[in-house]
């Protein structure tokens, strides 16, 4: 920490490297409220609802947020 704060004068972290989130917090919410409300939906479906909306989502982003989120 030291050193950090030595060669940086500052503490805070840099940002990190990786894909910048597609969905916002509020999709990703109503991805999963989906997949809780019927056990037997696939992510090939909530991408359809979601491109009802004019979401544009692929179908491994939904896997992800849902798996993210605690659903198997």
Sequence with gaps: MLKKWNETKNLN???KSG???ITSKRQDEKIRNMAE???EIT???IKLK?????VKVN???IRYHLHE???R
């Design 13 to 15: 972290n840099k940002p």
């Design 59 to 61: 179908k491994n982003t």
């Design 43 to 45: 992510a090939a479906e």
């Design 50 to 54: 979601m491109e009802k909306c004019n």
């Design 37 to 39: 409300k019927n056990f």
């Design 69 to 71: 989120g605690g659903a």
């Design 19 to 21: 894909y910048k989130r």
